[in-house]
């Protein structure tokens, strides 16, 4: 799901979200509409299909030692294979018994590292070896895989300006030409790499991984953005779809506009109910009466907004950077408690680390790093990259380029549906209408022709409570799939359902590992809350 990237660095992991300025830099990335949809005429691309991966320890330090790495060699160009390749860094745990084949994992983003995500959380996955090698990678532009950057080492807004205030989409005019003067700092610091970049490439790169892990068809499990390129991948081949699950379902057909709405929505409920439980609890920091702590959120914003204060990561803490922090935190509800206290540090001691140490991304690029066609270490990627991918990859999806009036006229209209979908994340969200402005036509591949796929049967799981990807999305894209899609609903919160219930697990590993599917339009109920108190003091930030 697209989402705006942010100014600051950051001591987690980015989730998916992130704040105004650095929406700027990922915005300026040109490139041109995606490669050609499948079943064109395609030249010959029999030495990529003709590789296998070799697998050895993993080099890098910040990665398990039970894992392997590997590689695949993929086209930079797919309608001119001799024009220049590009390596794909892949890791895998390797199946504790007897193996059917590999499960690729991809974690979303767009931008994620899978390759870092499943050394991390290689946990949660573990079942899975029980009958295959699991594998994670790193799409193209994407962590060790030729990273894209835009290389802003200021972390400003626009040339010159060193201004910690988040950008007024009130000045539409002004956030555009900023995107104009970054196109050109983007293309130098992200090599060719970004001209070839998107989810229609990603998945033509899917389908050589495929035949190099020596796999007849592609057994997958993916989240969030990962279900949609799950879903192209159906599309352009659907006769070499396994068994695949698709967790978070995405929007297949929205405008980033539209995205935006929904998200803005999404996060406010999801914010509602973080406050409906934070109340229960003497500690939290809005107080025990429900709705004054709603007001009392707002005020925060606009007076931080209005007065950011000083941050011990530099620079100056405003509202929209707490909007960013409030976004990460309701991902998850195992979060909350460890959201609460870093609230209440705030607003008890002006005291910024808990809060930021949840927001996302960063903006510095390591000097000297110049993206060309083989891996990277993981020293060398671009702080920025994530959020850098995400936009890239977003405008290459989006065939939508309104003119700079439009635009402005665009913002005018959308600003009070904005506010009127979330009070508090509806202006952080509107920026998304400005997104690709600058940036040649994306491809309209994803949302005229991924539909009604003959592939497999398909498992979409939707969460009721998922603050990024609404339910409503995966009803949608199902409908859009065909009878190939089977829907399960999972009726409890946070974003994706495969690591935070127990029923949504079980029946993912079914399918994935004996190809058993639950009847469509089944349901998971929600697992217990099992959330500490906001006092609780473990997990301090």
Same mark, same amino acid.
């Given at each position: 799901?697209?989402?705006?990237?942010?100014?600051?660095?950051?001591?987690?992991?980015?989730?998916?979200?992130?704040?105004?300025?650095?929406?700027?830099?990922?915005?300026?990335?040109?490139?041109?509409?995606? !490669?050609?949809?499948?079943?064109?005429?395609?030249?010959? =691309?029999?030495?990529?299909?003709?590789?296998?991966?070799?697998?050895?320890?993993?080099?890098?330090?910040?990665?398990?030692?039970?894992?392997?790495?590997?590689?695949?060699?993929?086209?930079?160009?797919?309608?001119?294979? !001799?024009?220049?390749?590009?390596?794909?860094?892949?890791?895998?745990?390797?199946?504790?018994?007897?193996?059917?084949?590999?499960?690729?994992?991809?974690?979303?983003?767009?931008?994620?590292?899978?390759?870092?995500?499943?050394?991390?959380?290689?946990?949660?996955?573990?079942?899975?070896?029980?009958?295959?090698?699991?594998?994670?990678?790193?799409?193209?532009?994407?962590?060790?895989?030729?990273?894209?950057?835009?290389?802003? *080492?200021?972390?400003?807004?626009?040339?010159?300006?060193?201004?910690?205030?988040?950008?007024?989409?009130? /000045?539409?005019?002004?956030?555009?030409?900023?995107?104009?003067?970054?196109?050109?700092?983007?293309?130098? /610091?992200?090599?060719?790499?970004?001209?070839?970049?998107?989810?229609?490439?990603?998945?033509?790169?899917?389908?050589?991984?495929?035949? !190099?892990?020596?796999?007849?068809?592609?057994?997958?499990?993916?989240?969030?953005?990962?279900?949609?390129?799950?879903?192209?991948?159906?599309?352009?081949?659907?006769?070499?779809?396994?068994?695949?699950?698709?967790?978070?379902?995405?929007?297949?057909?929205?405008?980033?506009?539209?995205?935006?709405?929904?998200?803005?929505?999404?996060?406010?409920?999801?914010?509602?109910?973080?406050?409906?439980?934070?109340?229960?609890?003497?500690?939290?920091?809005?107080?025990?009466?429900?709705?004054?702590?709603?007001?009392?959120?707002?005020?925060?914003?606009?007076?931080?907004?209005?007065?950011?204060?000083?941050?011990?990561?530099?620079?100056?803490?405003?509202?929209?950077?707490?909007?960013?922090?409030?976004?990460?935190?309701?991902?998850?509800?195992?979060?909350?408690?460890?959201?609460?206290?870093?609230?209440?540090?705030?607003?008890?001691?002006?005291?910024?680390?808990?809060?930021?140490?949840?927001?996302?991304?960063?903006?510095?690029?390591?000097?000297?790093?110049?993206?060309?066609?083989?891996?990277?270490?993981?020293?060398?990627?671009?702080?920025?990259?994530?959020?850098?991918?995400?936009?890239?990859?977003?405008?290459?999806?989006?065939?939508?380029?309104?003119?700079?009036?439009?635009? !402005?006229?665009?913002?005018?209209?959308?600003?009070?549906?904005? *506010?009127?979908?979330?009070?508090?994340?509806?202006?952080?969200?509107?920026?998304?209408?400005?997104?690709?402005?600058?940036?040649?036509?994306?491809?309209?591949?994803?949302?005229?022709?991924?539909?009604?796929?003959?592939?497999?049967?398909?498992?979409?799981?939707?969460?009721?409570?998922?603050?990024?990807?609404?339910?409503?999305?995966?009803?949608?894209?199902?409908?859009?799939?065909?009878?190939?899609?089977?829907?399960?609903?999972?009726?409890?919160?946070? /974003?994706?359902?495969?690591?935070?219930?127990?029923?949504?697990?079980?029946?993912?590993?079914?399918? =994935?590992?004996?190809?058993?599917?639950?009847?469509?339009?089944?349901?998971?109920?929600?697992?217990?809350?099992?959330?500490?108190?906001?006092?609780?003091?473990?997990?301090?930030?």
């Amino acid at each position: 799901m697209p989402a705006v990237p942010r100014t600051r660095p950051a001591l987690r992991r980015c989730a998916g979200a992130g704040a105004v300025a650095l929406a700027l830099l990922g915005a300026g990335l040109p490139l041109p509409a995606a !490669a050609e949809a499948a079943g064109s005429k395609e030249p010959d =691309l029999t030495r990529f299909y003709g590789q296998k991966v070799r697998w050895a320890a993993c080099k890098d330090q910040e990665l398990p030692k039970d894992m392997q790495c590997g590689r695949v060699t993929v086209p930079l160009d797919y309608a001119r294979p !001799a024009a220049g390749t590009l390596d794909l860094a892949l890791s895998r745990y390797r199946a504790t018994g007897k193996s059917r084949g590999s499960v690729l994992l991809n974690f979303g983003g767009p931008g994620g590292s899978g390759v870092s995500q499943l050394g991390i959380a290689g946990k949660d996955y573990m079942d899975l070896t029980n009958g295959y090698d699991v594998v994670g990678f790193d799409p193209r532009g994407v962590g060790r895989s030729s990273p894209v950057s835009c290389g802003d *080492e200021t972390g400003g807004p626009s040339d010159g300006d060193s201004s910690d205030k988040p950008p007024d989409v009130a /000045h539409p005019q002004a956030l555009m030409k900023a995107l104009k003067r970054l196109t050109v700092r983007c293309t130098e /610091h992200s090599g060719p790499v970004l001209s070839h970049i998107g989810t229609v490439n990603a998945s033509r790169d899917l389908d050589v991984i495929r035949q !190099a892990l020596g796999d007849d068809k592609l057994n997958y499990l993916g989240f969030s953005y990962g279900t949609k390129l799950g879903a192209v991948y159906a599309a352009q081949f659907p006769h070499k779809v396994g068994r695949m699950a698709l967790d978070g379902v995405d929007t297949l057909t929205e405008s980033l506009a539209e995205q935006g709405v929904a998200g803005a929505r999404g996060q406010q409920t999801a914010l509602d109910d973080f406050l409906d439980w934070c109340v229960t609890d003497l500690g939290c920091p809005f107080g025990q009466d429900r709705r004054k702590a709603g007001d009392a959120v707002v005020r925060l914003i606009r007076s931080l907004d209005e007065n950011p204060v000083p941050s011990d990561f530099g620079g100056a803490f405003s509202g929209q950077d707490m909007v960013d922090a409030l976004g990460e935190g309701l991902y998850s509800r195992d979060l909350w408690s460890r959201l609460a206290r870093a609230l209440s540090s705030l607003t008890d001691d002006g005291d910024t680390r808990g809060v930021q140490n949840f927001a996302s991304g960063g903006y510095a690029v390591p000097s000297g790093t110049k993206p060309g066609g083989g891996l990277v270490d993981s020293a060398d990627i671009p702080s920025d990259n994530l959020s850098a991918a995400l936009m890239a990859i977003n405008c290459a999806d989006d065939p939508d380029r309104p003119s700079a009036a439009r635009l !402005a006229g665009d913002v005018a209209r959308l600003k009070k549906e904005y *506010e009127q979908a979330s009070p508090v994340f509806g202006r952080f969200r509107l920026t998304q209408v400005l997104l690709c402005y600058g940036r040649p036509r994306g491809t309209d591949f994803i949302r005229e022709q991924v539909k009604d796929v003959p592939s497999a049967p398909i498992l979409l799981v939707g969460t009721r409570g998922d603050p990024a990807t609404p339910y409503s999305w995966a009803v949608e894209t199902a409908k859009r799939l065909g009878p190939s899609a089977v829907v399960l609903d999972n009726r409890g919160d946070g /974003h994706t359902g495969y690591t935070s219930s127990r029923c949504v697990h079980g029946k993912v590993d079914d399918y =994935l590992l004996y190809g058993t599917l639950p009847p469509d339009g089944s349901s998971c109920p929600a697992d217990g809350d099992g959330r500490g108190a906001v006092a609780d003091a473990s997990d301090a930030g």
